[in-house]
């Protein structure tokens, strides 16, 4: 099966300033793929490549087996868009809206379905203009999906939404996964990139730094882990075995830190010291990396070799 979306060494510059410096990526059909980065790393640019709104200045950029440089109209009724600022037409109604832009494409979905889905149903008959600014959002979601689209590009999709329309839009695109359909996604949220894409990658300052399954991004699977507990009064860091106390550091909170690459032996030595001596642990937590660290981690200082 031919990759839905082929980009090699991708290339944009605005004037001076060369906001994509050579990305290259596959999407396969049916996958959820997300590209996270700062704000200003290049990601609304590369979509916008990829949805044909923007010309490049180098690499090559196929979409559904197409150039977007050269697609034509059928190749637009294939894909749906939800841009990262649309513009509206604000005198219209929300249903009216829908329905305009279901007139572009040739096998719509039904208008009524969709507002519903997004959950804009209440305000099917409200003018575009009095939307909240989450309900304006949860409306270009639903101008991306009116065309029944094979692949999605969503930037930014739930920004100022709140959480539970966050939720529901997640389960927009699950839904859309589970017909088949691709979708090339932007986030800023950890927990929506964790709980939607199948693969992930991060783009700082115009290159692509890291990619991988959320669980395994930036090498995430490897990452020591965070053993944190407090010790009661009279018993300190010093006290423990010394494995254990080799690792410890002393936290903020007054809780011992320990960065352990085992940390199922570690947990258990330290579980044993501490029940030979009576000593509780309540507040024993044990954290892998989250998908925020990795991002942190690989996002924190500019690649020395990207000067401007
Ligand atoms: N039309 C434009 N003209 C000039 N510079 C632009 C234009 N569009 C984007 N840029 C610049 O290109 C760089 C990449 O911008 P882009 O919008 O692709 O970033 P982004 O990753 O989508 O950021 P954000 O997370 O803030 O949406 C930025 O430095 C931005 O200022
Ligand atoms: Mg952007």
Request: net charge negative.
């Given at each position: 099966?031919?990759?839905?979306?082929?980009?090699?060494?991708?290339?944009?510059?605005?004037?001076?300033?060369?906001?994509?410096?050579?990305?290259?990526?596959?999407?396969?059909?049916?996958?959820?793929?997300?590209?996270?980065?700062?704000?200003?790393?290049?990601?609304?640019?590369?979509?916008?490549?990829?949805?044909?709104?923007?010309?490049?200045?180098?690499?090559?950029?196929?979409?559904?087996?197409?150039?977007?440089?050269?697609?034509?109209?059928?190749?637009?009724?294939?894909?749906?868009?939800?841009?990262?600022?649309?513009?509206?037409?604000?005198?219209?109604?929300?249903?009216?809206?829908?329905?305009?832009?279901?007139?572009?494409?040739?096998?719509?979905?039904?208008?009524?379905?969709?507002?519903?889905?997004?959950?804009?149903?209440?305000?099917?008959?409200?003018?575009?203009?009095?939307?909240?600014?989450?309900?304006?959002?949860?409306?270009?979601?639903?101008?991306?999906?009116?065309?029944?689209?094979?692949?999605?590009?969503?930037?930014?999709?739930?920004?100022?939404?709140?959480?539970?329309?966050?939720?529901?839009?997640?389960?927009?695109?699950?839904?859309?996964?589970?017909?088949?359909?691709?979708?090339?996604?932007t986030t800023h949220y950890m927990d929506?990139?964790?709980?939607?894409?199948?693969?992930?990658?991060?783009?700082?300052?115009?290159?692509?730094?890291?990619?991988?399954?959320?669980?395994?991004?930036?090498?995430?699977?490897?990452?020591?882990?965070?053993?944190?507990?407090?010790?009661?009064?009279?018993?300190?860091?010093?006290?423990?075995?010394?494995?254990?106390?080799?690792?410890?550091?002393?936290?903020?909170?007054?809780?011992?830190?320990?960065?352990?690459?085992?940390?199922?032996?570690?947990?258990?030595?330290?579980?044993?010291?501490?029940?030979?001596?009576?000593?509780?642990?309540?507040?024993?937590?044990?954290?892998?990396?989250?998908?925020?660290?990795?991002?942190?981690?690989?996002?924190?200082?500019?690649?020395?070799?990207?000067?401007?």
């Open positions: 099966m031919p990759a839905a979306v082929a980009v090699t060494d991708l290339r944009k510059s605005y004037g001076q300033l060369e906001a994509v410096r050579g990305v290259t990526f596959e999407i396969e059909q049916g996958e959820v793929f997300g590209l996270l980065g700062p704000n200003g790393a290049g990601k609304t640019t590369t979509v916008e490549v990829l949805e044909g709104y923007r010309t490049r200045d180098g690499g090559s950029v196929s979409v559904l087996g197409v150039d977007p440089q050269e697609a034509g109209s059928a190749w637009r009724e294939r894909i749906g868009i939800v841009l990262q600022s649309s513009a509206m037409y604000p005198n219209l109604t929300v249903a009216e809206h829908v329905a305009l832009f279901a007139g572009y494409f040739s096998k719509p979905r039904d208008v009524g379905e969709v507002v519903e889905l997004v959950g804009l149903d209440e305000k099917r008959n409200a003018r575009v203009k009095t939307l909240s600014g989450g309900q304006a959002r949860r409306l270009d979601l639903a101008l991306g999906l009116i065309g029944d689209p094979e692949i999605l590009f969503l930037d930014e999709p739930t920004t100022g939404f709140d959480p539970s329309a966050r939720r529901a839009a997640w389960s927009v695109v699950a839904g859309l996964k589970a017909l088949g359909k691709t979708v090339f996604l929506e990139a964790e709980n939607l894409a199948d693969r992930i990658a991060v783009i700082a300052a115009g290159r692509i730094v890291a990619e991988g399954t959320p669980e395994t991004l930036g090498g995430r699977e490897n990452m020591p882990a965070t053993i944190r507990f407090g010790l009661p009064h009279g018993v300190g860091a010093v006290d423990l075995p010394g494995d254990l106390r080799a690792l410890a550091a002393s936290a903020t909170d007054g809780r011992v830190v320990l960065e352990s690459s085992r940390p199922l032996a570690d947990v258990k030595a330290l579980a044993e010291w501490a029940l030979e001596r009576g000593l509780d642990l309540p507040d024993l937590d044990v954290r892998r990396p989250s998908l925020e660290d990795v991002y942190l981690r690989l996002t924190a200082s500019p690649k020395p070799d990207a000067g401007e």
